[in-house]
């Protein structure tokens, strides 16, 4: 900010303050970055003469607010852009306007936007409808924005993903990906699964595992993460455990998933899956490793069947520094 401000100053000197592009160009550098200053952009902007500022600078500032820890400013520009000009803002001034009110969860003001935006024919451009509906769901205005979504033929995944990352009752709307041949993101699916997870509900959390499947979405390790995790919580074990026995590429949070859900399932003396993880993976460069941070993140104590699992690991890949640690948890779990 210091050089932008030098810069700034030999604008004043040169004249070139008066220079609504260059100017411009200083407001948005101001708003924008992890170097802000929207304090420094805010005078900036009140130095500007009214018919030096354009819809690019108004736009500009309302964004750079509506990003910022004082999203209330962003509507009293907006309200002073309404006021001040003779001339109406853009569609790309709305999103910005609509994501304060949700900063600020002031939905009941922003339906007045709405109405506003509606009446001059927006209401169906894309970025402004999804920002929108994040507003409403956001706020727990449930029914507006769920209004909204149904009412759009054309809903896309932001919207859908406005919706899912809204509060957990929001879910009964699930079915409408299928019903409208959107193809769901891995980021959707994730935050579908999280949510039945949440709820404990387990026949729509079957369903999305059923439309993963029947889509093609990629099985990684996040997303069969997140269809452990829902079967655990829904207290469905056996599905849970037959998802992470038939993944290959299981990661650390694979293992952490399936061992808390059977912990919390009443399966607190099971071993046999680590065992079985040992016995099968050995092989695999770096294993031994990350068998240690699995079986230190395990919610029961490891038994004396696990150490001897990792123990034989380590024989098989000579590795003595951690069959050292073995050789001593060994002793303490026989004692």
Not at 224 to 245: N, P
Not at 289 to 316: F, H, K
Request: aromatic share 10%.
């Amino acid at each position: 900010m210091e050089d932008l401000k030098k810069i700034h100053t030999q604008f004043i000197k040169t004249g070139l303050i008066k220079d609504t592009i260059a100017v411009s160009r200083i407001l948005a550098f101001c708003t924008t970055g992890p170097a802000r200053d929207m304090n420094y952009a805010l005078q900036l902007f009140n130095h500007m003469e009214m018919d030096e500022r354009t819809l690019f600078t108004w736009n500009t500032i309302i964004r750079g607010f509506s990003n910022s820890s004082n999203p209330r400013y962003a509507i009293l520009l907006f309200v002073y852009m309404l006021e001040s000009l003779s001339f109406e803002p853009e569609r790309r001034t709305y999103p910005s306007v609509f994501k304060a009110y949700t900063q600020l969860g002031l939905a009941k003001d922003g339906g007045q936007v709405h109405g506003r935006v509606t009446k001059l024919g927006l209401e169906f451009d894309p970025f402004i409808r999804n920002s929108i509906i994040h507003m409403y769901v956001s706020c727990g205005f449930l029914d507006c924005g769920m209004k909204l979504f149904d009412e759009d033929k054309d809903s896309d995944i932001v919207a859908w993903n406005s919706v899912v990352l809204g509060p957990r009752e929001v879910w009964g709307s699930g079915g409408k990906l299928e019903m409208e041949n959107i193809k769901a993101s891995g980021f959707t699916v994730v935050s579908l699964l999280n949510a039945c997870a949440n709820l404990g509900a387990f026949e729509q959390g079957k369903w999305v595992h059923e439309y993963i499947n029947k889509n093609g979405i990629e099985l990684n390790v996040i997303v069969v993460t997140a269809i452990i995790d829902m079967y655990c919580k829904c207290g469905s074990v056996e599905l849970a455990r037959k998802m992470f026995e038939g993944f290959a590429m299981k990661g650390l949070s694979c293992w952490n998933s399936m061992m808390l859900g059977l912990a919390t399932n009443g399966f607190e003396n099971e071993p046999a899956i680590i065992q079985a993880k040992l016995k099968k993976r050995d092989s695999r460069a770096g294993f031994i490793e990350e068998a240690v941070e699995v079986i230190r993140s395990m919610p029961m104590n490891p038994d004396a069947i696990i150490w001897g699992s990792l123990l034989t690991a380590c024989n098989s890949h000579r590795n003595v520094d951690v069959a050292k640690m073995g050789c001593g948890k060994f002793d303490f779990v026989g004692s």
